[in-house]
């Protein structure tokens, strides 16, 4: 038994430390995932906007079933018109991905700007801090990245997707590696 918080995380760094290489192998297949999300981008986009609209499916089939489960409470038919609405997108992602990647684009692209002016406005919030640069310059690039897709918009639309997932692939990877190497070297 761990006799203090320090000990037991210090055991259960230990503990993983054994399945380092599960870590690592996950962050090989995730960079090989990458690599072939970017050598097809418009497949990578089209996979994106389908597994968001089975993602809506699922997501409309609980809502149908929680409306019938909440039976005569009040808030019946909102949560049957939520399965519903949420069927229809659903239903019209898979009818035409090509709008759905627009739309997602154009989505994609405004929430980045809006992340980077918070990032921004934050970091001048903590600006005496150190290191309050970092946030600074997450915000510009969030939001550079943004205001870029924003332009490119809806041209990028095939491909600006299947980068985003690619790119977090490949991220995913390399944290998942590094992480499982880390865990081999405090064992």
């Given at each position: ?34 690599c ?62 090509l709008?759905a990647?627009?739309?997602?684009t ?9 992340a ?41 639309t ?30």
């Amino acid at each position: 038994m761990y006799s203090t918080r320090a000990d037991f995380e210090l055991g259960s760094i230990r503990d993983l430390g054994i399945k380092w290489g599960w870590f690592a192998a996950l962050g090989i297949a995730l960079i090989i995932l990458a690599c072939v999300a970017f050598a097809n981008l418009i497949a990578a986009t089209v996979a994106s906007v389908f597994m968001i609209g089975l993602l809506m499916m699922v997501g409309a089939v609980l809502h149908i079933i929680h409306a019938f489960r909440v039976g005569r409470w009040s808030g019946f038919l909102f949560w049957l018109a939520a399965g519903l609405l949420y069927g229809v997108a659903g239903f019209l992602t898979f009818y035409n991905p090509l709008l759905a990647a627009a739309v997602l684009t154009l989505i994609l692209s405004v929430v980045l700007i809006a992340a980077g002016i918070v990032r921004i406005w934050a970091s001048l919030k903590v600006r005496p801090l150190r290191g309050w640069g970092w946030l600074a310059i997450s915000g510009i690039v969030t939001a550079l990245a943004g205001i870029v897709f924003a332009i490119g918009w809806p041209a990028n639309t095939l491909f600006l997707l299947g980068i985003v997932l690619a790119v977090d692939l490949l991220f995913q990877g390399l944290a998942s590696v590094g992480f499982g190497l880390a865990l081999k070297a405090a064992r």
